[in-house]
Structure formats: structure tokens, C-alpha cells
């Protein structure tokens, strides 16, 4: 308390000089401005000898100590009442014993009278645990990019890696390499984050179907094969799924997404625009009511969206849908690179541009 000491020595000092100052005057006393923190940190990557997260903020007046709760998925905190302005802060993960295994630390600024969302990512990979601040609506604009460069790396500030499932392989792809998928179990496990239900987003990457035909999806009309997909299937749970469909080529081009509001889904089908062995640039742009599919940097179809989109935490998938219950497994043949997801609606000119020169950060 050495700091509140010190703050109250200088509202003192400063409460006299005002008196000296505006003397005769009133002097307001509006209580000190101060603000939340609300921390988010997805523990499914976590190793199990974390048992405990807690964490500190602190600044040259003052140590704000905090734990955090875990339940499900998620390790959780809020704290209120903070005086706003700059502070350090400390993240630790801990074992049985208390002892501290991973640790993270950022700067971050408390803003007045608002709640401001704080992530936290756990690489068990290299021992980090990393820290994303976001300031109200503003947020780092590349949200996830995977070059798929022999690595599973997101190179985006969230770093939020890839999992792989099935074993899939890096071949040549068109820039680098890209991740090449089976068709029989290979698939990518992109773990979720609330980052990724922004209304408005925009979600692009380069495809390359290897072969003749798509795969007969048992007990289902419709053969499809699942390039990226946010959802457990193709159900009303699903939030967006760009996939390829008809049994032969040229194949449909296809961006699917849910409403709950009308409680139905809206389909974007291109017929016969996809052949076999060859790379082609799919992007969708999901605006608060609209949503508009790209391919190779033109603008092929678009629909109106009357409300907020699917919203869950599912993971993204990329190269199939894994049958979760009674629902169809939809692996995709092919290979994929340069998956990017922007946090604004791109206009026409900006998807072209990463048509034509790829992302760049
Ligand atoms: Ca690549």
C-alpha cells in the first residue's frame, strides 16, 4: 500500500494547488475512472500437469492479483474496478505443486468505463504463453494465417496453430508449399477463437482438387467435399463451410452459412467453375448483411444475410468434416495453402490484391 500512500501525498498536493489556484471555486469530485479486464484462455491445448492459472497486473503504484476459474474449455477471469492507464501483465500457468510452467507477460492499457477482452494462448510446443490484448472493436486485422510453408504455424499475432489429424503432407504449393490432403482421414483442427466470430471478416485461401471426382458420401444426396469448414457438419449448427460438389468435373464452387435468425441456411453454388489440377483462389466476405464468394479476385456470387451469423466454438476444419454423430464424412482430396482470415469485409480491389500478391505481414 506504499502506492496508495504516495496517491494520496499527490492528491493532496494537488487538491491545495487547485485550491491556490481557482480559489474561490468548487471543486469537483469525480470518482478516480476505471475499468475491466476479461481474460480468456483456451486450456484444450493445455498440457495435464496444468492444474492452476493466475495472473498479476501491476504498475508502479499497485499489484492487482487474480485467478482465474477453469471449466470446459476455457480458463476464465474478469477484473473490475481497475484504475485505468498502462499495466503489466503477468499470466503464469501452474502444476500440482504451485510451481510455475509457463509464463507470459504484455503490456496492456486498462481503458475507461469498457471491458476490454484479453486472450491468452498456451503453445506447449515451446513453453510460451501468449497474450493478445484487443481494445474494444479494434483487433490485429490478420486474425489467422497459415502459409502452410512445411509447418502448421499460424503466422498471425494470435499464433494459433493447427492440429493435424490423419497425417497429411506438405507438397509444392502456389506459394511455398501447401498441405496436401488424402481424401480418406486427413484433416486440419484450427482450435477456436472468439476472434473468429466477427460479423465482419473476410476468409480467403488457395485451393487444388488432385483428382477426378469427389468422394460418395454414404447415405447422403449430395457428394461434397469439405475444404474449410467452421461446425460439426453440414447441419444448422454449421457457421460457414466453403466446399466442391457433382460427382464429375468441372465441379461446383460452393460457400454455405447459417442464419439462426431464419433459422435456415443460404447456399452460394457456382456451377461447373472447378476442374481437377488446378490451383483456384476462393475468398468469402461476410459483411453484418451481406456475404459475397470471390474466386481467382472476382466477385461470382453474393447474398443478402438479414442477421448475425452462426456463432459457436467449434474449431475450423480444413481438408474434410470428421463425422460427429450420425453426420456424414466429407474428407477432401487436394491440397491447401495460404489460409488467411482478415478481421474486416475486403472490397473487390483488396481481394484481388491477395489474388495477385498473397498476403503480406
Ligand atoms: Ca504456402
Known sequence: MKGMALFVILLAVTLFTACQTNSP?????????QG???????????????????????????????????????AVAEVNDIPIGYWTLTVNALDADGKVIYSGSTEVYVAPGMITPVYLQLNPVNGSLRIIVTWGDTHPDLIAYFPFDGHLNDRSA??????????????????GQAVNFDGIDDYLEIPHLDIYNLEEKTIAFWFYKNNDSIRETPGEAADV??????????????????????????FNMNLLFTVPAISNQILLREFDVIQPQTWYFAAGVFKKNKVELYLNGEKILEADSVANFNHQQYPILVGGVVPIGNAA?????????????????????EIYDLYVNGVSY
Open 329 to 349: 464424412n466429407r474428407m477432401f482430396n487436394g491440397k491447401i495453402d495460404e489460409l488467411i482470415i482478415l478481421g474486416h469485409a475486403a472490397d473487390g480491389p
Open 225 to 250: 467435399e469439405m475444404m474449410v469448414i467452421k461446425g460439426p457438419n453440414t447441419s444448422l449448427e454449421l457457421d460457414f463451410s466453403f466446399h466442391i460438389g457433382t460427382p464429375t468435373p468441372p
Open 158 to 175: 494470435f499464433q494459433n496453430n493447427a492440429l493435424d489429424h490423419g497425417g497429411v503432407t506438405f507438397v509444392p504449393g502456389k506459394l
Open 25 to 33: 471555486g468548487i471543486i469537483e469530485q469525480n470518482p478516480a475512472p
Open 36 to 74: 475491466t479486464l476479461n481474460f480468456k484462455l483456451d486450456v484444450r491445448q493445455a498440457p495435464q500437469e496444468v492444474q492452476a492459472i493466475e495472473g498479476y497486473l501491476a504498475n508502479e503504484q499497485d499489484t492487482i492479483r487474480f485467478q482465474f476459474t477453469i471449466a470446459d474449455s476455457y
